[in-house]
């Protein structure tokens, strides 16, 4: 039988190599961001950059200890963790501070966290756990119900701050039952879903114009062609068993979606976020007000050129051409110091710690570690690619950060908690027996 020498003998150094290059080029762009000739200083609390420091301190404390945790404990308590971030999540909607129009932080002094950070994390354990401890492929209503359950539950208590960047991450961990044997067609579903809310957006504006205040006209022309479209499938597969009740059964889900869209969007989204989605989609142009913050970015990505301008000679970062500029709009600054070089390292640093995680998820032996890994490179993907989209116009600003990178304590302790958590985890695979 094999024994271990050491705590840290299995360990992916690779992975962990990986996370502090992302750690040191963050901090790097934080100091660029926030650059002050009179707070030069690398330590100095007063400026973003001495408090990440002293984060990133923590942060290396934190992943030690986890290293050294029996990695039973992730598995044992995962349900238990997952129990403390719903009670948290109750909490902030309780005695929770009001930041940037949500009620989602816990300020504490000088102190603030985020619970919805906790809530990713007990949810990817939570879920590991329970798909490891029933085999799920599905097969059972139940088992689909309950992992849906375990995901949408805090997410909808997020949406009550409302949060609706967390709420994306959440959905993002249906890539775990894809794995585990869920259905591609609730993919093409949330496709659908997506397709039917921006048609329904922009028919909105198109009836506006062409019939003034009267949207029934433009309505009733989009729902004929949906009916057009989903009868031509129903002829296509009408000789299969049960075709006729599906396909009624889509229209009509479809249509009362649709429908329900523009009560949707005016009640359930703030106004700042129904003037974002409407700037991304070009139905309004607002570079002054709701695209500002994209518009700014994308000239100072622009403005670096191939190889950038150097470390801390970006001029739209010098003259805070760019709001949140440290926090959700870093890229920016590594566009504009280091130029497309520095964004494809980047870019390529990010998509190589997600494939390894995949690829070291594929090779475990057990089922709640595989689970979890997958949770993490879900989170993280989330996280990396609505982030840089944010900041080069593809996707609306919703205040995602970018992991390990943008300024924050309690997003990089979390992140670091999560991708932690695997790497011990992955550490035990020769260990493990089934």
């Not at 200083?41 to 404390?61: E, F, R, Y």
């Amino acid at each position: 039988m094999r024994t271990r020498q050491s705590v840290f003998q299995d360990i992916d150094w690779i992975m962990v190599g990986v996370y502090l290059f992302l750690v040191a080029f963050g901090w790097m762009s934080i100091y660029a961001a926030t650059y002050d000739e009179a707070h030069r200083a690398v330590n100095d609390m007063t400026q973003n950059h001495g408090k990440q420091m002293l984060w990133i301190g923590l942060s290396l404390v934190i992943a030690a200890a986890i290293l050294l945790f029996d990695h039973r404990f992730f598995e044992t308590f995962a349900y238990g963790i997952y129990g403390v971030s719903i009670a948290l999540l109750l909490g902030v909607l309780i005695v929770g501070s009001e930041i940037k129009g949500a009620q989602s932080w816990f300020v504490l002094g000088p102190v603030s966290f985020q619970p919805s950070e906790i809530a990713k994390y007990g949810t990817a354990l939570a879920l590991a756990k329970y798909l490891s401890q029933y085999g799920a492929r599905f097969k059972e209503r139940k088992v689909l119900l309950t992992s849906l359950a375990i995901i949408f539950f805090p997410a909808a208590l997020i949406m009550l701050q409302p949060d609706v960047g967390s709420v994306l991450v959440f959905s993002t961990l249906l890539i775990v039952l894809y794995r585990q044997g869920l259905s591609g067609w609730w993919f093409v579903v949330a496709l659908i879903a997506v397709f039917l809310f921006v048609m329904a957006l922009f028919m909105k504006q198109w009836t506006l114009q062409l019939f003034g205040d009267n949207e029934i006209g433009g309505t009733w022309i989009f729902l004929g062609a949906l009916t057009l479209i989903v009868g031509a499938f129903y002829y296509q597969f009408r000789k299969q068993k049960g075709s006729l009740p599906i396909f009624s059964g889509g229209l009509v889900a479809m249509i009362g979606y649709y429908l329900s869209v523009d009560y949707l969007f005016d009640h359930l989204l703030k106004p700042h976020h129904q003037n974002r989605i409407n700037e991304l989609l070009g139905i309004v142009s607002d570079p002054l007000g709701a695209g500002y913050n994209v518009h700014q970015s994308k000239i100072a990505i622009g403005s670096g050129g191939f190889s950038g301008k150097g470390f801390l000679q970006g001029t739209q970062t010098k003259f805070h051409f760019v709001p949140e500029q440290s926090t959700d709009f870093i890229f920016c600054t590594v566009g504009e110091e280091w130029g497309f070089l520095g964004t494809l390292v980047l870019i390529l640093a990010f998509i190589f710690l997600l494939g390894r995680i995949i690829w070291s998820s594929e090779n475990q032996r057990s089922e709640f570690t595989r689970n979890y890994g997958y949770a993490a490179a879900a989170i993280l993907f989330i996280h990396f690619t609505i982030n840089i989209g944010m900041a080069i116009g593809l996707a609306p600003v919703i205040g995602i950060p970018l992991p390990f990178f943008s300024y924050g304590g309690s997003s990089l302790w979390s992140f670091t908690i999560l991708l932690f958590t695997f790497i011990k985890l992955d550490s035990e695979r020769k260990f493990v027996l089934r």
